[in-house]
């Protein structure tokens, strides 16, 4: 659903719920431990990096509409913050190096990674995660991976 509102012509926008709904309805759908879910569905209570990134990614363009005022990583509102917790956890961890269980390529999740402003990550961890140490300023881990 929020995949929708960053893909779609502006023209087209007013053909889907205003984005405050949207947001509501994603800020419902959290799990116990407060990460975005999969799936709109109690009956299937999954958790994926790839789409707390995709629904950060709303919230980031969106989230003044939406009572989210910032993604900021020192104010970010506690109900979006296990969320960036396990989307930065990911990436330094390299949780998602080879695909996960619903996406089978990285690339889903580093994508919006590096389009979702929260997640871009320091030179230093960026490095560590890639495994290099390079010299040059590093802004995201999507530049490393480009780069390395």
């Known amino acids: 659903m929020s995949t929708a509102y960053l893909t779609l012509p502006s023209s087209q926008l007013?053909?889907?719920?205003?984005?405050?709904?949207?947001?509501?309805?994603?800020?419902?759908d959290r799990s116990p431990e407060g990460y975005f879910g999969t799936y709109f569905t109690e009956n299937r209570p999954r958790v994926s990096p790839e789409v707390c990134v995709d629904i950060l990614r709303f919230f980031a363009r969106y989230g003044q509409q939406c009572v989210i005022p910032t993604l900021d990583l020192d104010s970010v509102d506690d109900r979006v913050r296990p969320?960036?917790?396990?989307?930065?956890?990911?990436?330094t961890y390299r949780a998602g190096l080879y695909g996960s269980r619903y996406y089978t390529v990285p690339e889903a999740f580093l994508y919006y990674t590096d389009c979702t402003p929260v997640c871009r990550v320091p030179r230093v961890v960026a490095e560590?995660?890639?495994?290099?140490?390079?010299?040059?300023?590093i802004g995201s881990f999507g530049e490393v991976a480009?780069?390395?």
Do not use: F, M, Y
């Open 146 to 148: 480009r780069q390395g």
């Open 83 to 91: 969320s960036v917790k396990l989307v930065l956890d990911s990436l």
């Open 14 to 28: 007013h053909r889907l719920a205003p984005p405050a709904v949207v947001g509501e309805a994603l800020l419902s």
């Open 128 to 137: 560590t995660i890639s495994g290099t140490r390079k010299t040059a300023a």
